[in-house]
């Protein structure tokens, strides 16, 4: 006999309503076949589920972190970048690391005082009366008797160098440069003269600080770590030297030997020397502008990792220059051509134009196979020290052959810059791709936060424009 098959309601028909109140007659396929509906509506929704906590956890972690590799030259302000995108995504971390900067800024002023101290000794011993000098010949001397004795009064300094290096050394990370020449000397100066690196895999801005002083590591802002009264720390040196640093810098005698090339404005760090009352005062702290400007040398590569403005997006942040073992998941890469480099040569091999080898090192990257699909952008860096260089008379045309007789004003060396570069891309690209380029003086936070933020704007565009193609 057949059972009576219970009608369901319309609203009956909803499957959880169904297995809290199975219907009361149906035959045994009916209930088989409500079990097996029931199982796979389970199924179905098991699934949907799972989709929408992966969609929430995709949400929670943001979208696909962007990565871009900061590439260029020595000195060409990949580290000076990446500190303005630091500055930009996680100025927490940025502030805190203030403390360890200042002995960086201090070793930036002394050491810049070296390189014009020894410029000074090498013109007494040229300035030294030979016996075949003619009796009564009269050179006006670059060096008076005035700052000869400021010279003799600045020997601290050489302690001081000494003490800083000590101190950023052993905070676990820094290194003696082994390529580091100096100045326009072809000699490699081991032992004596030095420029610090660091290398980037080590966190020495941590390490350092913690040997400031132990019991602060955790503020906010770590010159609360700053231990004013340790009888090691240089500044009283620097504070009594203030003076005599001060006039030495103003001096006619040091405009004189920057002017003859005796000493280079590229071996010193200006911006520091122009504000000497205030780096040598007691208890200085740098500020942002200042952490900008502080100079040291990094080897190796390093990952940073920031978290955009947005508070959705990531950005991962490499800078290397051994780039190779980052390719394969690149979004893009920001080349760095410092451009004002074009009267200058390569601190590791002084026969090389550094203009030339930025131009070498653009080709390499530009044919390389393996990035084909990465964006490059070029930024044509240290346009400041451009401008200041052609102002103040020296001709592009006489390093730059090719050049002609183009103006010699910014804006025609700018756009043969960019002609340049473009041309490279497009005769050399494997594959056609867009020429971004941006002038850029990486010092300055403002200009650069516009940079930086166009090209992250142009890198997110392009990551949802390939999602929404891939979906
Ligand atoms: N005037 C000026 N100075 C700049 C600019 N960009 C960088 N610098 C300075 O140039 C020097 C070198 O910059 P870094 O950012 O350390 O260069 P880097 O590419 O990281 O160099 P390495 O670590 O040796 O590979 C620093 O003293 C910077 O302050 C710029 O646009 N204008
Ligand atoms: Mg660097």
Redesign the pocket.
Known sequence: MQARVARLAPEDSDPLSMALHPPIFETLEERTARLAKEIREKEISDAIDAEIEKVRSNERRGPKPIKILLL????????????NFQLMYDPKSFRAERASWRAVVQL?VVQSFRNILDAMTRIEIQEQPSPSSPVGSKRVPLLTPEVLEIKLRLQPLADVEKNLIRRITTAGSGQVDPDFRHGNSDVPSKGTLKEI?INATIPWKNTFSRLLKSDHRSSFDSTDAIDWDDPEDPWAILNQCSQDMIKLWNSPTVKQLLAKRVVRSEDL?E?FLNSLERVTAPRYVPTDDDV????????GASEHLFKIATGTALTDFL?S?AWAPYFDDMDAIIF?A?I?CFDQVLAEDHRVNRLEDSFKLWTTIVTNKLLRDTNLILFL?????LRSKLESGIKLKEYVVSYGDRPNDLDSATAYFKRKFGGILHEKSPSPRVFYCHL?????TKSTKYVLSNVRDMLMRQNLMKTNLLA
């Open positions: 260029g030259q020595s000195e060409s302000g990949k580290s000076t970048t990446l500190k930036n690196a760090s911006y900008l400007h502080a100079r040291l040398k990094t080897l800078q220059s760095l410092p004002s860096n240290k346009i400041d020290l850029t003086t990486a010092t300055d």
